[in-house]
């Protein structure tokens, strides 16, 4: 009798998925970021399309808008203008004589970008908005990694620690509720591209090459002055660091490096309102425009957060539930749970909502502005069971960002709440 040919045994779906499983754990960290990156982008590209079926026509859009329509909504207006005829000459006023809102209020790194590819390629604005977006999105979303990865490590944490809480920090930064705006005509991608870089420049103490990426973030959006603080932070514990050893002065080149760093943060917090006043002529050319979206028509600081507070919870009430707000979450920033970050991103976790609290009006642009404390997800890799709280978190931010993109991103003519 002739044998029964031998059928070799199926390999089980579970191995393929442990081989699966390996080769993704051992791909380069960058290469998984941006995969999930990506993944990100392609859901907030079909929220945006299924949003687009809903938007009216308006002064922003075609009379049949579509996806192309959404990608220069809102500000992306005012970059548009900028990249196409540049910059008024002197402060637009109103019939009443007070400044109106214009261009002059917007940073023209992110517009100069656009500018030079639609000469290159001949692409409209909003193609290249959208493709710097996304280009620098990518690239900041690999820097977060390597950023929050390399602060949590110096602290001592174990290397698996300090790589989960780099990866939840880079998987939520890109799939925030508001990280549609990382793939429009918006500066947030660049922002946080440039502000990634200097902070780890910082914490590798390479301060000239920081130097120079503080002055170009100088010119993408006005976040230099918290960063400043930063800074003043890292310097000092760098020179205390310098006593506890002995050494009483460093040399004389890391410190004149430390100096330029110093001077130009500085510098770039000033960078854009100097370069109004130039333009124009006139010294409060920046402010006074900034002045045209407030209410009261000027930048007043802290009184529209007491204003909004009393009218919301009322005049004794508000006030106290602001307060403590604030008191909570700063005694929350600084406790020992965000000490794994170190100070030098804490710093900037502290730093930078005391500057929203101080210049900002607390009004649906608030959402907008958080992504920029992108270290702060890498705290929920620390939580316990901290691989279902990151899918948690996930799936809730990705639905948000649905509600997002419908209540803030699509624009009801003739008016209606700003992202």
Known sequence: MTAAPTVPARRPPAAWRTRLALRWLRSPAAVRVLV??????????VVL????????????????????????????????????????????????????????AFYPLFPLLCRVLMALTGLSFPTTGAAVSLVCGAGAAVLVHALVRRAVAAQGARP???????????VLFCCSPVSPVLQVAYTEALA???????????????????????????????????????????????????????RRRPGRGTAARALALLAASGVAGLLWP???????????????????????????????????AQYVLGERAGPLVLVAAVVASAAWLLSRRTAVLGPQ??????????????????????????????????LVALRPRSRSTLRVVVIASLALQVVWVAWLWRFSPPADWPP
């Open 192 to 246: 946080v591209l440039l502000l990634a870089v200097v902070l780890l420049l910082l914490l590798r103490e390479r301060y000239l090459p920081a130097a120079l990426t503080a002055l170009l973030l100088g010119l993408s959006r006005p976040v230099a002055v918290p960063l400043t603080a930063v800074v003043v932070v890292h310097l000092a514990l760098r020179a205390r660091a310098g006593w506890v050893a002995g």
């Open 49 to 104: 399309a299924e949003v687009a079926r809903f938007q009216e026509p308006s002064i922003w859009t075609s009379d049949d808008p579509g996806y192309h329509d959404m990608l220069a909504l809102w500000d992306g207006s005012w970059y548009r203008e900028i990249a196409e005829t540049g910059y008024p000459a002197s402060v637009p006023l109103g019939s009443d004589g007070d400044p109106r809102q214009s261009a002059l």
């Open 274 to 308: 100097v370069t109004t006043w130039w333009l124009t002529g006139r010294t409060d050319a920046y402010t006074a425009t900034m002045g045209a979206w407030r209410v009261g028509g000027q930048v007043v600081w802290l009184k529209p957060w007491w204003s909004v």
């Open 160 to 170: 698996v620690v300090a790589a989960r809480a780099a990866w939840s920090a880079a």
């Open 36 to 45: 999930v990156y990506v993944l990100a982008r392609c859901f907030s590209a």
């Open 345 to 378: 991103l804490r710093a900037w976790c502290v730093a930078y909502p005391a500057y929203l609290l101080l210049v900002l009006d607390p009004f649906t642009s608030l959402f907008r502005y958080l992504i920029l404390l992108f270290p702060l997800g890498g």
